[in-house]
């Protein structure tokens, strides 16, 4: 152009760009300007020569009321294949997200972009004008940028807490672009999510909008129920995200799940490891879970599903199972207090929990399958149960009758073959229990229908003997000068208070035809044929035959079990026809019996021997 001269344009067509307006080329030697209008930017360009051949310049864009959305300071090198361009830029992205949006290179579900960018850029002006323009930037992004996105329904904001320099690449005419960043730190709001401060590492974004990053973030202080933990670290690998169409998607097949320091009811517990696949869009989030400790004794798999616009989800309990031969439940715990632990066995859970803006809904099942643990010196095995819950928040509270079995429970001597239902209670701390029937002492004991209240002073309930055979129940005294024959039934009411099991008048007999008692005693030998009533007794209980034998049954909180009997019947070896009307009292403290019984044997070994079977 001739030097001072003006050159005036009145539009400028480029593919895939705003209209470029009122260009104005002023051909000054010293300091040659551009001016034009782009949408409702001033845009004003000076380019200097150097002495080297090269340019220097200033590209500036300014809004109406004169705010500076763009400054670029540049060096033009001219070389064989074109010219290399660099310098140093300013970018003010809020005004410049309408422009962004008409070029594609940013999705319209951005509704806001809240950024300074400083840096340094390069671009390459290849002599081929079939070439594209190829753009890079090193910049930084000043903490407090926001992107606002909206998709269908659907919002999240993202605020940029702290990053490091942006690596960033744009061409042209396809306005594709690249952005990677080392590491960043971002927090997001909208869409119903409650998330921590997000930490990115390896970051890289396209046009489009497609990002993939590694992510860290941590929940402080959780508490669900009676589980409280600590902390919650979720490091996830490989998570994508893509925007297109109105829709966006987020995903991660590589997520390890860290709780710190779980604790169920104050008790500190092992952690399991958790890996988790995750994906969420503007419609829905769901996840699959898998966990287990160390060993394998406790694995499973849950699964959640949740719906962003109408608040509805699921979580899925899909299997969960603890094999006690390998975990044992006091090594579940890192602080086991108690004198009792579950160690060979099955427990299954399953859970079904959905809930909507408005209520929740809540199923559960769980199984237990031929456990066996102990209690002090009680040992159990083949213990198995099966309890189902539905909650609804419309509804009361819904637990379905449960059947529990127990193989054995060893307190001494053997109670066999223990087996009911039970029907929970929650909001009443209660348990209604029916069926209860066991085998003890070679007989069979059932109980009437009861209640057993937590909250209650007392509970009561009737026991009911039948077939009790009685030379078992003498063996359990050790008492080898005697023998006996036959078996009693009879009712046994039973108070329960507190820790202490209270009997007061229960009653027993025998059942038809009767039995034989016979004494066989060292220490009544001098007296079996003198004429005192010891010796009468003593006579008699060589070989009674009895048709009748009748106790009532009292045990006290502390433990005495008091027998108030009565026999009928005769001695053959006496006088057959002489009938003999005996009344004892056999009086013995339980728990000292008991103790006793389980000093001379080994309740590991009992359980061994019992599973081995």
């Known amino acids: 152009a001739t030097p001072g001269a003006t050159i005036r344009i009145d539009e400028v067509l480029l593919p895939d760009v705003p209209v470029i307006r009122n260009v104005a080329w002023h051909a000054d030697p010293v300091n040659p300007t551009l001016r034009a209008t782009i949408d409702n930017f001033e845009v004003f360009v000076t380019t200097t020569p150097d002495s080297d051949g090269a340019y220097r310049g200033s590209l500036r864009t300014l809004l109406p009321d004169d705010t500076e959305a763009v400054m670029l300071g540049y060096q033009l090198v001219p070389d064989q294949s074109g010219f290399l361009v660099r310098g140093t830029m300013n970018l003010v992205l809020e005004p410049l997200l309408p422009v962004l949006h008409a070029i594609g290179a940013v999705p319209a579900e951005v509704k806001a972009l809240s950024s300074t960018l400083k840096g340094t850029f390069e671009i390459r002006l290849e002599a081929d004008e079939t070439l594209p323009v190829d753009i890079r930037a090193i910049f930084d992004t000043a903490a407090g940028t926001r992107v606002a996105?909206?998709?269908?329904?659907?919002?999240?904001?993202?605020?940029?807490?702290?990053?490091?320099?942006?690596?960033?690449?744009?061409?042209?005419?396809?306005?594709?672009?690249?952005?990677?960043?080392?590491?960043?730190?971002?927090?997001?709001?909208?869409?119903?999510?409650?998330?921590?401060?997000?930490?990115?590492?390896?970051?890289?974004?396209?046009?489009?909008?497609?990002?993939?990053?590694d992510l860290h973030f941590s929940y402080d202080e959780l508490a669900i129920g009676n589980l409280s933990i600590d902390a919650v670290t979720v490091n996830a690998g490989a998570v994508r995200f893509e925007s297109r169409d109105d829709n966006w998607t987020v995903s991660s097949t590589d997520a390890q799940i860290t709780l710190h320091d779980p604790a169920l009811a104050g008790r500190h517990v092992v952690a399991p490891s958790i890996e988790a696949?995750?994906?969420?869009?503007?419609?829905?989030?769901?996840?699959?879970?898998?966990?287990?400790?160390?060993?394998?004794?406790?694995?499973?798999?849950?699964?959640?599903?949740?719906?962003?616009?109408?608040?509805?989800?699921?979580?899925?309990l899909e299997s969960a199972a603890i094999e006690f031969d390998l975990l044992h439940l006091s090594a579940m715990f890192t602080d086991w207090p108690y004198d009792w632990d579950i160690t060979a066995g099955r427990g299954?859970?399953?859970?079904?929990?959905?809930?909507?803006?408005?209520?929740?809904?809540?199923?559960?099942?769980?199984?237990?399958?031929?456990?066996?643990?102990?209690?002090?010196?009680?040992?159990?095995?083949?213990a198995s149960s099966r309890l189902e819950i539905d909650v609804d928040s419309a509804a009361p509270l819904a637990l379905e009758p449960a059947r529990f079995d127990v193989a054995l429970v060893d307190i001494g001597f053997p109670v066999e073959a223990i087996s009911g239902t039970a029907t929970p209670y929650i909001d009443e701390s209660a348990v209604e229990v029916s069926s209860l029937s066991m085998t003890v002492l070679g007989g069979t004991v059932t109980a009437d229908p009861f209640r057993y209240d937590l909250d209650a002073d007392s509970n009561e309930l009737m026991l009911r003997a039948s077939n009790v055979q009685l030379p078992l129940m003498v063996g359990l005294a050790d008492l080898e000068a005697?023998?006996?024959?036959?078996?009693?039934?009879?009712?046994?009411?039973?108070?329960?208070?507190?820790?202490?099991?209270?009997?007061?008048?229960?009653?027993?007999?025998?059942?038809?035809?009767?039995?034989?008692?016979?004494?066989?005693?060292?220490?009544?030998?001098?007296?079996?044929?003198?004429?005192?009533?010891?010796?009468?007794?003593?006579?008699?209980?060589?070989?009674?035959?009895?048709?009748?034998?009748?106790?009532?049954?009292?045990?006290?909180?502390?433990?005495?079990?008091?027998?108030?009997?009565?026999?009928?019947?005769?001695?053959?070896?006496?006088?057959p026809t002489q009938p003999v009307i005996l009344k004892l009292n056999v009086e013995n403290n339980v728990p000292q019996m008991l103790r006793s019984l389980q000093a001379t044997r080994s309740i590991e070994d009992v359980l061994a021997r019992k599973l081995s079977k």
């Open 149 to 213: 996105y909206q998709a269908g329904d659907t919002g999240i904001e993202l605020s940029v807490i702290e990053t490091a320099p942006v690596n960033a690449g744009f061409q042209y005419p396809t306005f594709d672009w690249t952005a990677r960043v080392a590491r960043s730190a971002v927090s997001v709001a909208g869409a119903g999510l409650d998330l921590p401060i997000l930490h990115m590492r390896d970051s890289e974004c396209r046009a489009g909008i497609a990002c993939r990053t």
């Open 277 to 316: 696949d995750v994906t969420a869009s503007n419609e829905r989030a769901s996840a699959t879970v898998d966990f287990s400790t160390p060993g394998a004794g406790l694995a499973g798999r849950a699964a959640l599903s949740h719906d962003l616009a109408t608040g509805s989800g699921e979580f899925t």
């Open 348 to 382: 299954k859970a399953e859970a079904d929990i959905r809930w909507t803006a408005s209520d929740t809904g809540f199923a559960y099942a769980g199984s237990a399958d031929s456990l066996a643990g102990r209690y002090a010196d009680i040992g159990f095995l083949g």
């Open 482 to 575: 005697v023998t006996i024959s036959g078996s009693v039934s009879g009712e046994i009411p039973v108070t329960i208070r507190g820790n202490n099991v209270i009997i007061d008048e229960g009653f027993l007999e025998n059942d038809p035809p009767g039995g034989v008692i016979q004494y066989r005693g060292g220490a009544a030998e001098g007296v079996v044929s003198d004429g005192s009533q010891l010796g009468i007794v003593t006579r008699t209980l060589r070989n009674l035959e009895f048709d009748s034998l009748t106790s009532a049954v009292n045990y006290s909180e502390e433990g005495d079990l008091v027998l108030k009997m009565r026999l009928k019947g005769i001695n053959p070896d006496v006088d």
